[in-house]
């Protein structure tokens, strides 16, 4: 009599290696991410929403705006954050005078962004009095329609701030900050603008932080 062989069961899943686990538990260890939103105050000269009338000369703004920060990144040592970031304000208002001392109100809200890398320094990590760098381009144009009278260049975003820790990897707190723009557009009317956005702004900040060691 031929008897049939016992069914073989398929081996077991292997295990992820060791070396693979922990790598993966190292960078999510080390992961950073910051949001904050406030209030802005941008000025600057050929600041604009139209540029009927400038005849050569610069116009000058100042006005309000609601800021918003997205950063991300991970620690490459302790206290010290790298990564790609974004500063993002929408100018909701404002006044734009004239050359001939002539003032108007902001009749389009303007779109600023600087997108690049950024730096945060933590003096008593993980939480406490805190540094930023964010360094990119930069745009600023009419919110309604981005291809309009678009300005871009070089942007520089300096802030400083201050957290608490409020749970195992959670900070809150505040941050004031600087924004800087040089930039440059194509002629409009034959006449070529040159933006300086400045702004500074108080936000405040969430931030999802490394494990404290």
């Not at 260890?29 to 005849?55: E, I, Q």
């Not at 730096?119 to 919110?143: E, I, K, M, N, V």
């Amino acid at each position: 009599m031929v008897t049939s062989a016992a069914p073989v069961e398929p081996a077991p899943p292997r295990p992820a290696p060791a070396a693979e686990t922990d790598a993966t538990e190292r960078r999510m260890d080390s992961l950073y991410v910051r949001l904050a939103v406030g209030m802005g105050f941008p000025f600057g000269p050929d600041v604009a929403d139209v540029y009927d009338g400038r005849d050569g000369e610069a116009l000058q703004f100042s006005g309000v705006s609601f800021a918003m920060d997205w950063m991300g990144g991970v620690a490459v040592m302790p206290g010290l954050m790298l990564g790609l970031g974004a500063a993002s304000d929408a100018v909701l208002g404002g006044t734009v005078r004239e050359p001939d001392q002539t003032e108007r109100d902001l009749e389009n809200s303007l779109y600023y962004a600087v997108i690049g890398g950024f730096a945060d320094f933590y003096t008593t990590p993980p939480a406490g009095l805190h540094f930023q760098t964010l360094l990119g381009l930069a745009r600023l144009s009419r919110s309604d329609d981005l291809g309009e009278n678009t300005a871009v260049g070089f942007g520089a975003v300096l802030g400083i701030g201050y957290e608490l820790a409020v749970g195992r990897r959670w900070n809150l707190g505040a941050l004031a900050r600087m924004a800087i723009s040089p930039l440059g557009m194509d002629a409009v009317d034959g006449d070529e603008p040159s933006p300086t956005f400045f702004e500074p702004s108080l936000l405040l900040t969430a931030t999802f932080r490394p494990e404290a060691k």
